[in-house]
């Protein structure tokens, strides 16, 4: 029999998810992040979660930056064991698949976990920056409650017109930077506030998000991906969420870029919460549970009417408003 105090030779190792291809977890040990494991996950996890019948992909159960605990086989592969408690993780509603059914209903694709930050991507052309747009990837960030970030890049095409819109997000309290990935134009004091943290990098495709990685870790992308795949193509492509570390305890979460994201699970009474501004007003409205549209005696409209509140933003708030489902998940 073992005794009690005796190092125990399988003693699980600690690790975090840096990617996954379908059914192989690449693990970076949290005591040695040069390594990396392969592993499998416990066939035991795949059974709970059939039975649990969570809205979930399948994929999901374990996610890019999930703590885990994994123990080695002989051929130096791992078995994860335990997939630690989230602190946090960022969701969308999964895509539409054509041809399948619904009936009324998406499941939640998870895009990662136990993330300090998330820096929304965007572009001040092609793609046209879009404050709709922006506004549905903050109000994600802000449900998981998450520190969030933007990256206007592409400043070298910017108009008049849009240099108003980085007042005004940084009006909202958000830290914009400006950056352009052609010159590296305001690269250096992004890639500052990445120390120390884990950050996730999402926005739509073409903001050019590769570029920015490209022109701050040089070689970072290219190092992970195919090498024949990078050099027939030309150009690196994002195809699935991978963590790399860029300094000690910094970690960068590379995503594809997305056409449009729908927030996965939030109730229409709760949407407001989001939307930073809005808050100091939402405890004022005449009735619990307003969702700010039709309401008398709303504190956010009359914000709104009073020009303390951007027409910007309300519109943007009805028009997701209107695509939550009201209750469908609880
Ligand atoms: P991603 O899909 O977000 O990864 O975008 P890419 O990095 O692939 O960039 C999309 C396109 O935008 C490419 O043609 C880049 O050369 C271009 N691009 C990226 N950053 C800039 C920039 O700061 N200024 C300009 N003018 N073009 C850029
Ligand atoms: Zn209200």
């Not at 539409?96 to 993330?115: F, H, W």
């Not at 926005?203 to 050019?208: D, I, L, W």
């Not at 009474?269 to 969702?291: A, W």
């Amino acid at each position: 029999m073992q005794e009690q105090n005796e190092p125990c030779a399988e003693a699980p190792i600690e690790a975090k998810i840096a990617r996954i291809e379908s059914n192989t977890y690449y693990a970076v040990p949290l005591a040695d992040p040069s390594r990396i494991i392969r592993c499998t996950l416990r066939g035991k996890f795949k059974k709970d979660f059939r039975l649990k019948k969570e809205k979930l992909y399948t994929t999901d159960i374990c996610v890019v930056g999930d703590q885990v605990e994994l123990i080695m086989n002989e051929d130096g592969t791992g078995v994860i064991q335990t997939i630690c408690p989230r602190k946090n993780h960022l969701s969308r509603k999964a895509p539409k698949i054509k041809g399948a059914s619904y009936r009324g209903e998406r499941l939640e694709q998870v895009i990662a976990a136990n993330l300090d930050a998330l820096y929304v991507v965007m572009s001040f052309q092609r793609p046209e920056f879009n404050n709709k747009v922006l506004d549905r990837f903050l109000v994600v960030g802000e449900s998981a409650q998450i520190e969030v970030a933007i990256i206007m890049n592409k400043f070298d095409l910017v108009t008049d017109e849009d240099q108003d819109w980085i007042e005004f997000y940084e009006d909202l309290g958000y830290a914009v930077f400006c950056t352009c990935a052609k010159t590296g134009a305001g690269v250096a004091r992004l890639k500052e506030s990445f120390r120390g943290k884990t950050s996730l990098m999402w926005g739509q495709s073409g903001v050019g998000k590769s570029s920015l990685l490209n022109n701050m870790f040089p070689g970072l992308l290219l190092s992970t991906s195919d090498i024949s795949e990078w050099s027939n193509r030309g150009k690196h492509t994002t195809v699935s969420v991978q963590m790399f570390e860029i300094d000690e305890n910094s970690f960068i979460v590379d995503t594809p870029g997305v056409r449009e994201i729908d927030p996965y699970g939030i109730r229409q009474e709760d949407l407001s919460h989001y939307f930073v501004e809005f808050v100091d007003y939402i405890n004022e409205c005449k009735y619990s549970g307003c969702t700010h549209n039709h309401e008398p005696g709303c504190a956010v409209v009359e914000a709104v009417e009073a020009g303390e509140i951007s027409e910007f933003r309300y519109d943007s708030y009805l028009r997701m408003l209107d695509t939550t489902e009201d209750d469908m998940f609880f």
